[in-house]
Nanobody
Framework: QVQLVESGGGLVQPGGSLRLSCATSESIFNFNAVGWYRQAPGKQRELVVTINVGGRTDYADSVEGRFTIFRDNSNTVSLQMNSLKPEDTAVYYC?????????WGQGTQVTVSS
C-alpha cells in the first residue's frame, strides 16, 4: 500500500505564499505521474498540477504562473504556491498514479483569508 503524507498547509493572507510537501513511501519515479489536486467546500476535487515521469507538467489554468511543482528528491514532491487568492482555499491532496490506479494522501488544508 502506497503511503502519501502531505504537510505545509495553513492560513495565509491573500498575496502570500505557502509550500506544500508530499512524502511518498515509494519512489515517485515508480509512478506514471505525481501531482496535486484540491477540493473546496461544496465542489468536486480538481486538478492543480501533475508531473509525469518524463518531467512534463500539466497545470490548471487557474494556477498557471503562480504555482510550481518540484520533485525535491525521489520520495518528495512539493508545491510552491505564490500570490495566493481566497479562491485557492481548499483541501490539497497529493496524488500518485500508476496506470489506472490512483493513490491519495489524507489532504492538507490551505486557507487564504485576511
Amino acid at each position: 500500500q502506497v503511503q502519501l503524507v502531505e504537510s505545509g498547509g495553513g492560513l495565509v493572507q491573500p498575496g502570500g505564499s505557502l509550500r506544500l510537501s508530499c512524502a511518498t513511501s515509494e519512489s515517485i519515479f515508480n509512478f506514471n505521474a505525481v501531482g496535486w489536486y484540491r477540493q473546496a467546500p461544496g465542489k468536486q476535487r480538481e486538478l492543480v498540477v501533475t508531473i509525469n515521469v518524463g518531467g512534463r507538467t500539466d497545470y490548471a489554468d487557474s494556477v498557471e504562473g503562480r504555482f510550481t511543482i518540484f520533485r525535491d528528491n525521489s520520495n518528495t514532491v512539493s508545491l510552491q504556491m505564490n500570490s495566493l487568492k481566497p479562491e485557492d482555499t481548499a483541501v490539497y491532496y497529493c496524488n500518485a498514479r500508476l496506470l489506472r490506479t490512483n493513490n491519495w494522501g489524507q489532504g492538507t488544508q490551505v486557507t487564504v483569508s485576511s
